[in-house]
């Protein structure tokens, strides 16, 4: 399968990933997958089929309301075909970042996240202490018409502190076991598509228990 992003690119942001532990790329995704996205977001928030999300790995999740106030919706490969494009695009990914930084990846998860009007998700990482297999973190956002002081910035901390404003087709791809991030108060209704590449297979965590 040829690749949908030139390995050129590639190497450019992981270049990036590797030496500042996250990279930001605007105008990720090519149009189609975009739209395809958009349309079974859409779809599935209609259908009023998003769950609040909790905090920790399975064995310990809970809603911690404290802690965040999005509403997820996960993504299944075999389900969703009519964003198939888009798992062969993550897939690719996958590919260039095993190459690149040496990591031995092997799976991913994926979901919508809707954060309702005041949502936020405090500072922390996403790799859960029970359970270590998420390895680089990937946001793509997805809401148009976004401006500067609607809220809902991305907070990176450490020392390359930055901002990021969630705005359309912006990613954003960070390791996750050392980027401490949280989600700043939204003004406005907050769209986007979280996921992770995994070390291992999720539902072998059990081992690692
Ligand atoms: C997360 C997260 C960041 C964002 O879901 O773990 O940190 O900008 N999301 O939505
Ligand atoms: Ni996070």
Do not use: C
């Not at 990720?28 to 905090?55: G, R, T």
């Not at 901002?163 to 390791?175: G, H, T, W």
Request: hydrophobic letters at 40%; a negative charge; glycine letters at 4%.
């Amino acid at each position: 399968m040829s690749n949908q992003i030139l390995k050129e690119q590639w190497v450019q942001w992981l270049d990036q990933l590797a030496e500042k532990e996250f990279v930001l790329i605007d105008n990720f995704l090519p149009l189609n997958i975009l739209q395809s996205l958009e349309e079974l977001f859409e779809k599935v928030y209609q259908k009023d089929d998003f769950n609040p999300a909790k905090v920790g790995s399975s064995y310990h999740e809970k809603r911690i309301d404290e802690i965040r106030s999005d509403s997820i919706y996960w993504l299944d490969k075999t389900q969703h075909s009519s964003i198939a494009l888009f798992f062969e695009l993550i897939h690719e990914m996958m590919q260039e970042i095993s190459e690149f930084l040496f990591l031995s990846l092997q799976g991913y998860e994926f979901h919508f996240a809707n954060y309702p009007q005041g949502g936020y998700y405090k500072a922390h990482l996403d790799q859960f202490k029970e359970r270590n297999n998420r390895m680089i973190s990937v946001v793509i956002y997805l809401n148009k018409n976004w401006e500067n002081g609607m809220g809902g910035e991305l907070k990176i901390h450490g020392e390359n502190e930055l901002l990021i404003e969630p705005i359309y087709n912006r990613a954003v791809i960070f390791r996750s076991d050392t980027i401490l991030h949280e989600v700043l108060p939204t003004q406005f209704e907050r769209k986007s598509l979280t996921g992770w590449l995994l070390k291992r297979p999720s539902d072998i965590g059990v081992l690692n228990y």
